[in-house]
């Protein structure tokens, strides 16, 4: 805005400038100049200067009045307000000063051109002080004796101008010097001032445009006084323990003001003040008693005072004191509670009393003990038991019944009134109804319906309940015209509480009804783990466990299974959370499954984990729907094959089983051992002429007619065993043996003319014919095989042992074909049967000698006695039997001697010393 | 007389008795302080003798109950004037000899300078109450400033001091003297028997 001193130095400026043209044009002086020099203009006002020529520049120059142009800055001002007074002096007006700015110029044109300025003012344009209002003051006392008047005013609007405040005062005889305000222009503080005189007090405002001056105040400084509060506060306790009484001092004196005061206080850690009514504190004094206190109890106490009469202004409150109360006798007993436990003996109970310390205003003092009486209320004539604790709780074992427990707290100053706790046996009362909550500001509220008997109070028990911690019981009292009320203690959000209503009568008590509660429920902290218990072709059953209380938050209101294919749709199922397990159905086969679940509490849900399954391929007794026929079909065609083979087993035994030759009609009937010579290959060729035998032929005569075994029947055996003792080097052609090509399995019984083929053994070294064919004179055939392959007569020779003692049994495994008995032996190979063989003696290889001859042992024994005499000439050849028989038939399986190794016997069967070898 | 039968005046009195009494309260415990400051910072004995304060009347007179309104009145008129003029004698002496140095002391001075002041301005009012006006001050010159040593003017100060305590004690109980109601005389008290 408009600044002075800018004003100032701008037409400075402007003058310096001008004479500087006036220098340059050769001047030496102004051509002319304004009226009036610099003004200060009221804002709003008119104006008009006057602009006067000096007479030299007329006759110089030729300049005139009417060539004057006026400006504002750059601005021509209009000629309308131009007035044109004489040749020497021209007007402006202006009707509102606040189209005027700074400078304001004189010009003129010099030779009908050129503007050349003559003079120039500055303008300086404000408003007059407003009267000053609202002006008051007060008294501080800062000291004793020290009491500073501040007064304060509304310094009205702004002027523009600079403008000074003044605060003035003054005695009606006396005047004081001015307070002048510092940096501020609304307020001042006179240092000192006196009481009980009358001070006229204003403040006047001037600058450039006037002055002005605020109504005047007259008073007594002692009316707007705020004093100096109380000090060094002092709080003691009386003899009564409901009173303290406070002293202070005031720092006024008595002389100057007669005080009254305000006394306030509160308990500690209260923040409410109580305040002493002001009609008993409202005369001078330095102390007080205030009375109604609560025993034992700290206050705290603050003071302020003021004039008495309520002239001025109250002090601030004073520092605060505290003080205690004394203390007092319990104002009434200690709620009691009791929990029981039954369970560990049924005629016993375990009775846990517990009871809540007395808040601070119902002890009175520090409670010393509990004094516990129980009664037992059956048994009249026994005494009550009493019990002094420090404790707050008491766990006694009581024998089942009716018991009333008394309680008292003692202090140091006496005892509390009794509380009493009926413990009935049974809890037969009338029970609460309806129990029920709400979270309400906080805190859970517990409400019910009460029974419709009198209650005496009701007792409310409650716990947290958690995976992790047992159920700590907390209680309340509440008395027996409530039906509802707020836990006292520290509900915590997502919690679960378990909550008990009990209803107490003056003569027994009623069942505990429970609910169970949240102050505040959150979405479960996981989700079920889902997993199939079966899984079918289209249905899987899945199973979970519960979420546990710490996991749950809330209520679980319902589960929803979610289960989806690869690329299929989800599909939600809700579930009724009281279940574990649900089976999906109508699933595809085969199919790959992701199945997830969500619990739901009021609050919102929670996936839990993924779980895949894939269904099955087929339905439960499809596999068995489909292999059960084909087996029962393949076993048809089996059957009916096997009734086929048999019905055509002569065709096939034609196609397969050609017919053997007759044996008898055989050429080697009329072989001769004594023609050894014959006895070669191309013997037999003439013995098969036709060829029916590509490579091997076996013909075995049954030798098991023993009975037609007689001394002639042996004889050819004798001549044999003559004809083989002296032709051994015919014999020796014959490549070992086998099972089945020993000379018992070549023994034939060729009385029925019957002729069997063994037909597991396909390779066959020779063919023996010990039966003369019907009655014929026997004679020993030798069919010298073209095979090379080793005899296995260590075979034979455990043969021949282990089957010394049956004979029958012997035969049926060598004879095999022999009435067709025990034909399963006929594939047991030869080898297992010599490790049956065990240490024998020389008689029971003599009747094994025996009995591959005749295998009839009765008649046999007698045999052998007499073939033992009669080999007696073949030691040679025995001898080396023996020692090659010595040999463990293992050994003889594994490495079978070579035919040039071998003794040249046809059977190299084991026969020690003195034993007897059929050929 | 006039002014005083009516019941702004006789209102006007009384606020200005009542306060003139809680006045020479005040000025007496501050003179009391004073006193103490003063004989402290002067180096003076407490218990020191001084002589009567020329020029101020003392505070104790004989028969003072039988004295009446206007006589109490001018009596203090006269003894506060005396006072205000010793004090501005005894703060001139005090920024003479002591500058600024003693602050403390020299506004305890000037503030009780100043009661001294206000308090002879509500005997001044009472006296106009009283139809008689104050008289004035030319009537009763101060005394002319002796020529002390500096102890002596200690002394004289301490002895100023004393007698305006004993004075403020005075003046408190002849202005509640004249608050109360004069026996058959209404409001107003038989001022004009005073001389």
Known sequence: ?919 | MAAADSPSAALRRRDLCSRGIRLAGKMRSDVVDLLDTYVERQGLDASASVAAVEGVPAAAVERWDEQTGTQRLLENLAAYRAFRVLLSQMLEEHREQLGEADAALGRALASVLLQVSAFAYHLEELLRLESRGPPSEEGAPPPPAPHLGLFERKLRGLGVLRELAQWAVRSARDLRQLTKPSPGSGSAPSWAESP
């Open chain 1, 1 to 919: 805005m408009f600044s002075g001193w800018n004003w100032v130095a701008y037409g400075l400026y402007l003058l310096l400038n001008f004479c500087s043209l006036e220098v340059s044009g050769g001047l030496v002086q102004s051509c002319g100049h304004i009226i009036p020099e610099s003004p200060v203009l009221a804002l709003g006002s008119n104006f008009t200067a006057l602009c006067i020529l000096n007479e030299s520049c007329l006759d110089f120059g030729n300049i005139y009045a009417n060539q004057i142009i006026w400006k504002i800055k750059n601005r021509v001002v209009p000629k309308e307000q131009y007035r044109e007074i004489n040749r020497t002096v021209s007007s402006v007006t202006f009707n509102d000063t606040s189209s005027l700015a700074t400078p304001l110029t004189c010009n003129i044109l010099a030779d009908g051109q050129i503007e050349q300025n003559i003079y120039g003012i500055a303008v300086t344009v404000g408003l007059p002080p407003e009267k000053p209002k609202n002006l008051s003051c007060i008294v501080h006392q800062v000291l004793k004796l020290t009491y500073p008047m501040t007064c304060t005013w509304n310094p009205g609007r702004h002027t523009f101008l600079d403008t000074h405040f003044r605060l003035k005062y003054r005695w009606p005889q006396e005047n004081f010097p001015d307070c002048i305000p510092k940096d501020v222009n609304n307020s001042c503080t006179i240092p000192d001032v006196q009481f009980f005189v009358n001070l006229e007090v204003w403040v006047e405002a001037a600058n450039a445009l006037g002055k002005a001056e605020s109504d005047p105040l007259v008073l007594d400084p002692i009316e707007i006084v705020k004093p100096l509060p109380p000090h060094n506060l002092s709080v003691n306790s009386g003899i009564l323990p409901t009173v303290l009484k406070i002293s202070w001092e005031n720092r006024i004196s008595g002389s100057v003001m007669k005080l009254k005061f305000n006394i306030r206080y509160r308990t500690i850690g209260d923040t409410n003040w109580m305040q002493v009514p002001p009609e008993d504190t409202a005369s001078p004094r330095t102390s007080f008693s205030v009375q109604g206190l609560r025993p034992y109890t700290e206050y705290v106490f603050s003071i302020r005072c003021m004039k008495e009469d309520g002239v001025g202004y109250w002090s601030d409150w004073s520092e605060e004191k505290t003080g205690i109360t004394t203390e007092d006798k319990p104002s009434k007993g200690p709620p009691i509670w009791r929990i029981i436990d039954a369970s560990r003996s049924p005629a016993f109970w375990t009775v846990r009393l517990m009871w809540k310390a007395l808040e601070p205003f119902e002890a009175n003092g520090i409670i010393l003990q509990y004094e516990v009486t129980v009664r037992a209320k059956s048994s009249l004539s026994s005494p009550p038991e009493k019990y002094n604790v420090n404790t707050t709780n008491l766990i006694l074992k009581l024998p089942n019944g009716t018991y009333e427990v008394t309680l008292i707290a003692h202090n140091r100053v006496g005892a509390s009134p009794p509380s009493v706790l009926l413990i009935p046996a049974t809890n037969s009362k009338a029970p609460v109804k309806n129990v029920r909550t709400l979270p309400k500001d906080g805190k859970l509220w517990v409400g019910w319906t009460a029974p419709n008997s009198y209650v005496l109070k009701y007792v409310i028990e409650w716990c947290l309940v958690s995976n992790s911690s047992d159920c700590v019981i907390e209680w309340q009292n509440e008395p027996g015209n409530v039906q509802g009320t707020y836990l006292k203690g520290d509900i915590k959000p997502f919690k679960c509480y378990l909550i008990t209503v009990y209803s107490l009568y003056a003569d027994g008590q009623g069942s505990g009804q429970s609910v169970k509660a949240y102050l505040q429920q959150d979405r479960p902290s996981k989700g079920p783990t889902v997993q199939t218990k079966k899984v079918g072709k289209a249905e899987a059953v899945l199973t979970w466990n519960h979420l546990t209380v710490d996991e749950q938050n809330g209520f679980i209101r319902s589960y929803t299974i979610f289960y989806k294919t690869v690329d299929g749709n989800e599909t939600a199922v809700t579930v009724d959370p009281s279940e574990t397990e649900y089976t999906l159905s109508s699933l595809t086969s085969d199919t790959l499954y992701t199945v997830r679940m969500m619990a739901y509490t009021d609050e919102g849900g929670r996936s839990g984990p993924d779980f895949t399954f894939t269904t099955q391929k087929f339905g439960k007794g499809e596999i068995e729907a489909i292999v059960v026929p084909v087996c029962l079909a393949f076993l048809l065609i089996v059957l009916l094959g096997v009734l086929f083979c048999f019905n055509k087993r002569d065709l096939i035994k034609k196609h397969i089983w050609p017919i053997v030759p007759d044996p008898s009609k055989s050429n080697i009937a009329q072989w001769s051992p004594q023609v050894p010579a014959k006895h070669n290959f191309s013997s037999k060729d003439q013995m098969y002429p036709e060829g029916s035998f590509t490579d091997v032929s076996v013909v075995e005569i049954e030798a098991d007619d023993k009975k037609s075994f007689s001394e002639q029947d042996l004889k050819p055996f004798d001549l044999l065993k003559k004809e083989k003792s002296t032709s051994e080097g015919h014999s020796s052609g014959i490549g070992g043996s086998s099972c089945m090509s020993s000379p018992r399995q070549s023994v034939s019984d060729s009385d029925e003319g019957e002729t069997t083929q063994n037909t597991s053994s396909t390779v066959q070294y020779s063919t023996v014919v010990l039966n003369g064919y019907r009655d014929q004179t026997p004679v020993q055939v030798f069919s010298r095989s073209e095979s090379t392959q080793p005899l296995l007569d260590s075979e034979e020779r455990s043969e021949d042992h282990s089957g010394g003692g049956d004979g029958t049994s012997q035969r049926q495994q060598y004879f095999k074909q022999n009435g067709g008995q025990d034909e399963t032996n006929t594939d047991r190979p030869c080898f297992e049967r010599t490790k049956q063989i065990t240490p024998t003696n020389e008689g029971d290889l003599v009747g094994f000698a025996q009995l591959q001859i005749s295998g009839e042992s009765s008649q046999l024994l007698g045999l052998g006695l007499e073939k033992n005499t009669q080999e007696a000439a073949l030691p040679d050849v025995l001898q080396a039997s023996i020692e090659g028989q010595t040999v463990r038939p293992g050994t003889v399986e594994g490495n079978p001697p070579s035919a040039d190794e071998m003794p040249k016997s046809y059977l190299p069967q084991t026969v020690r010393q003195g034993g007897y070898m059929p050929q």
